[in-house]
Each structure stands twice: as structure tokens, then as C-alpha cells.
């Protein structure tokens, strides 16, 4: 397992999206502790239903925060991936320095903004503990910005923000007790996002998630 850390601290803004690492200050953001060739094999046992060192189809459509990444996994463009592809990706988060980031999102239902929308970035298992889920609370507009909670933060000190990672989305909306979201966005959710700061919609200003009811 490789485990960084970098003492100091930084703020980079571009666009929307704010960059936390090593530079001048006193907070410490450590970076996550990642085990590229471990999450790569962790990923292939859980989700390698067919045996064959691939990663595709139906397979990808259960781990939705690799398919949401498969711009930047799929180098040759033939819709599958191997553990290879997978702990290249998180070597290359390794290289970026980044301990924390802060990304604006929007969320969209049926066309209109989804205002008072709990959204939880949830890292994909096979990441191990080291990656810890953000939560968002959507305004009028539908925009949020999710977060690691404060108990969960890499030190007592650390600013809000979302670590690099494969993450499923989760969107929940209770009225009276009952949940207003459809399952394929929650329990059983079909979205995903790769946090990198060199991610296609990060880099974009792209995450924009846009929901049906039906």
C-alpha cells in the first residue's frame, strides 16, 4: 500500500473547481492512502462475473463509478477494461498531489432543477477505507457541492471537500415518509463519477446529472 502526505496547503480555483494539496499555509490535507494493484484485483473479484480479465457490458453497469470513467480508462476504445487499466488510473490520482477537491454539481428532474435532494458520493467498494463518501444538499437551483463530513475529514483540520476516487451517486428526496427518487438513482443507482482533477466533466465543468421520474 503507498500512503502521501503532504504538510502543507493550497488553493488553486479553476472554474469551479478548487484543488487542495501541498503549498504555502498551516492546514495539513493529507493525501488518501491508495493500493492501486490491490483495489485493481479487489475490482475484478467483486465485478468480474465471467472470469475473462475483463471488465464490460452488463459488468460495468453495476460498478457505475468505472463506467462513468471509461474516457479515461478505456485507452483503446473497445468498452472493456482490465486491473491494469484500473490501477493505472489510480496511480495517476497518485501523481496529482491532490488531497482534497471542491466540485459544483447540478442536479436535474425531469427538466427542472431538484431542489432539497440529499446527494451522497459513495466510493466504490473495492477502494478500500481510505477514500470516504461526500454528501451534498441541494438548493433551490439543484447546484450543491458534496463534502466529506466533518468526522470523516483526513484530519480535524482539513477544509470541505471530496477526495480523488470512483464514486456511485445516490439521490434521495423523502416527502412524507416516502422516497420521491426511483431506485436506479439510489439503492440500486446506475450513476457514477470519477473525482480527478484531469476527469473529462470535471475538467469541463460537465456535472450536471439529469434524472427522470419515470
Known amino acids: 500500500m503507498v500512503s502521501y502526505r503532504f504538510p502543507l496547503y493550497f488553493c488553486l480555483m479553476i472554474g469551479t473547481i478548487a484543488l487542495v494539496g501541498c503549498g504555502g499555509g498551516s492546514n495539513a490535507v493529507p493525501l488518501p492512502s491508495f493500493d492501486p494493484e490491490g483495489a485493481a484485483e479487489k475490482a475484478m473479484e467483486l465485478h468480474d462475473a465471467d ?10 453497469d453495476n460498478v457505475p463509478g468505472l ?9 483503446d476504445g473497445d468498452g ?10 489510480i496511480r495517476a490520482w497518485e501523481t496529482q ?28 467498494a473495492f477502494l478500500g477505507d481510505s477514500i470516504k463518501a461526500a454528501v451534498g444538499q441541494t438548493g433551490m437551483a439543484g447546484s450543491f457541492r458534496p463534502k466529506i463530513p466533518k468526522s470523516e475529514r483526513p484530519s480535524p483540520d482539513s477544509p470541505p471537500g471530496i477526495q480523488a476516487g470512483f464514486y456511485r451517486i ?14 436506479r438513482y ?29
Request: charge should be negative; proline fraction near 3%.
Open 170 to 183: 445516490k439521490v434521495s428526496k423523502q416527502q412524507g415518509g416516502k422516497e420521491m427518487i426511483p431506485a
Open 186 to 214: 439510489n439503492t440500486e443507482t446506475t450513476l457514477g463519477q470519477q473525482v480527478s482533477k484531469d476527469d473529462f466533466a470535471v475538467v469541463n465543468k460537465k456535472l450536471i446529472y439529469r434524472l427522470k421520474s419515470k
Open 67 to 75: 463506467k462513468a470513467a471509461m474516457r479515461s480508462l478505456d485507452a
Open 97 to 124: 498531489e491532490i488531497g482534497l477537491m471542491s466540485i459544483s454539481c447540478e442536479l436535474i428532474l425531469d427538466g427542472r432543477p431538484l431542489s432539497d435532494a440529499t446527494v451522497t458520493f459513495e466510493p466504490e
Open 51 to 60: 472470469g475473462d480479465g475483463f471488465l464490460a457490458g452488463s459488468e460495468l
Open 80 to 89: 472493456k477494461i482490465n486491473a491494469e487499466d484500473i490501477a493505472n488510473r
